[in-house]
T-cell receptor, first 117, second 113 residues
Framework: AQKITQTQPGMFVQEKEAVTLDCTYDTSDPSYGLFWYKQPSSGEMIFLIYQGSYDQQNATEGRYSLNFQKARKSANLVISASQLGDSAMYFC??????????????FGTGTRLTIIP | GAVVSQHPSWVICKSGTSVKIECRSLDFQATTMFWYRQFPKQSLMLMATSNEGSKATYEQGVEKDKFLINHASLTLSTLTVTSAHPEDSSFYICRGTGGYEQYFGPGTRLTVT
């Protein structure tokens, strides 16, 4: 079974609109972390936002927020007021252990977001 | 802030030759380095995990004799692709972790002709 599932291979969104990128995960580990990364065409992985499994509130970072629904095992990324520069590949990733030295990240297949002017 | 640098950013080599990719952590000590490979339009796939001073742990299906990883210090890890073939052409990216810090390198695009 896939540990991280991103069901939207591609999305087209009008500039200035909000966009939600879906991510569901599967783990039996009570301690885990969820990440979202942006990968532009240059290839670099840009960290956007992090949610820990024990965090009581949904994470927010500027225009990015994470809609964390633990019971549903979903961690959707919401980008408010999208900009042309948001066009990129977006990856959801999970870290299943917080033990130092064992912080593997498992990545979803990604969603290619295109912002339309 | 701390970053991980990666060198070279891109390389073209002939089939049968070896290529070394370096990842250096700046302003933090990377006790663990993860090496990923990303084929075009695909996700990042973990190749191996290396802890400073120890032998690397390879993921299933990754040939340890072909992808040599050295992590001799807390600031430098290297991946050597030996006897490269066109199917090794890919984007290679490292990720260093130390304590609560973790940073990706900018990646190396390898093309084998």
């Amino acid at each position: 079974a896939q540990k991280i599932t991103q069901t939207q291979p591609g999305m087209f969104v009008q500039e200035k609109e909000a966009v939600t990128l879906d991510c569901t995960y599967d783990t039996s580990d009570p301690s885990y972390g969820l990440f979202w990364y942006k990968q532009p065409s240059s290839g670099e992985m840009i960290f956007l936002i992090y949610q820990g499994s024990y965090d009581q509130q949904n994470a927010t970072e500027g225009r990015y927020s994470l809609n964390f629904q633990k019971a549903r095992k979903s961690a959707n990324l919401v980008i408010s007021a999208s900009q042309l520069g948001d066009s990129a590949m977006y990856f959801c990733a999970m870290r299943e252990s917080i033990d130092f030295g064992n912080e593997k990240l498992t990545f979803g297949t990604g969603t290619r977001l295109t912002i339309i002017p | 802030g701390a970053v991980v640098s990666q060198h070279p950013s891109w390389v073209i080599c002939k089939s049968g030759t070896s290529v070394k990719i370096e990842c250096r952590s700046l302003d933090f000590q990377a006790t663990t380095m993860f090496w990923y490979r990303q084929f075009p339009k695909q996700s990042l796939m973990l190749m191996a995990t290396s802890n400073e001073g120890s032998k690397a742990t390879y993921e299933q299906g990754v040939e340890k004799d072909k992808f040599l990883i050295n992590h001799a210090s807390l600031t430098l890890s290297t991946l050597t692709v030996t006897s490269a073939h066109p199917e090794d052409s890919s984007f290679y990216i490292c990720r260093g972790t130390g304590g609560y810090e973790q940073y990706f390198g900018p990646g190396t695009r390898l093309t084998v002709t």
